[in-house]
């Protein structure tokens, strides 16, 4: 199940814009960093910065964004062709791969910072633990497809919940694709299996919220 991979760089001596300037003064590889750009971003986005490679062998000529999370962490938000053409999922992986290699690598090692490069091609093993995933295939291989039977609704509520507790790495999305590509379910009951994943997820944030306490009413001791 491919996807488009992540990149995010965490901890070590640097903070984010030093990094992000330790990254230009480590500049190979036909990477440079592209102020231009940035400046037609700053206005709205103060805190994006862009890193341009040339067309190498299999790798597209490219403009690569990173940005800062509320965490801290700096990550790639995204990866678009010269001219702000839109890439397939396998020259923005090679792409983000090649900045990783040529670039991130070098420089987080030399701070002590952590990187996490996803996986371009995860199994449903990668996404959840060993139970909840047992639980998905034995939803997916015993419901009926077509209607849920109240039996099948028990076991994917089960499933849902087991995500939830374990804030799994599996979104609607990839669930979906899963669904149809591996397990061969109609896309219509893919599409639906997944929308409900989904708003199970939201329901179960605020189920979990604290409760607020009550506001007293006006004039009542």
Request: glycine share 6%.
């Amino acid at each position: 199940m491919k996807v488009y991979q992540d990149l995010v760089i965490r901890g070590g001596r640097l903070g984010p814009q030093e990094f992000i300037a330790e990254l230009e003064r480590r500049l190979t590889g036909g990477w440079e960093r592209n102020l231009t750009r940035e400046q037609e971003l700053h206005s709205g986005s103060p805190h994006m910065h862009c890193f341009s490679c040339s067309e190498r062998s299999k790798r597209l000529g490219a403009d690569l964004w990173m940005t800062t999370r509320e965490t801290g962490e700096l990550y790639v938000c995204n990866i678009l062709g010269h001219n702000r053409q839109q890439i397939t999922q396998t020259q923005y992986n090679t792409i983000l791969q090649d900045f990783h290699k040529t670039l991130v690598r070098p420089a987080a090692e030399g701070c002590g910072a952590e990187v996490l490069l996803g996986n371009p091609d995860p199994g449903i093993e990668d996404l959840l633990s060993i139970h909840t995933c047992k639980l998905l295939r034995w939803f997916s291989r015993s419901a009926n497809r077509t209607s849920l039977h109240p039996s099948d609704r028990e076991l994917w509520h089960e499933f849902v919940s087991a995500a939830f507790r374990e804030k799994a790495l599996l979104d609607s999305q990839m669930l979906e694709r899963w669904l149809v590509e591996e397990e061969k379910w109609p896309e219509k009951a893919a599409s639906e299996r997944a929308d409900e994943y989904e708003n199970g997820f939201e329901l179960l944030e605020v189920f979990n919220r604290p409760v607020r306490p009550k506001a007293k009413a006006a004039g009542r001791e």
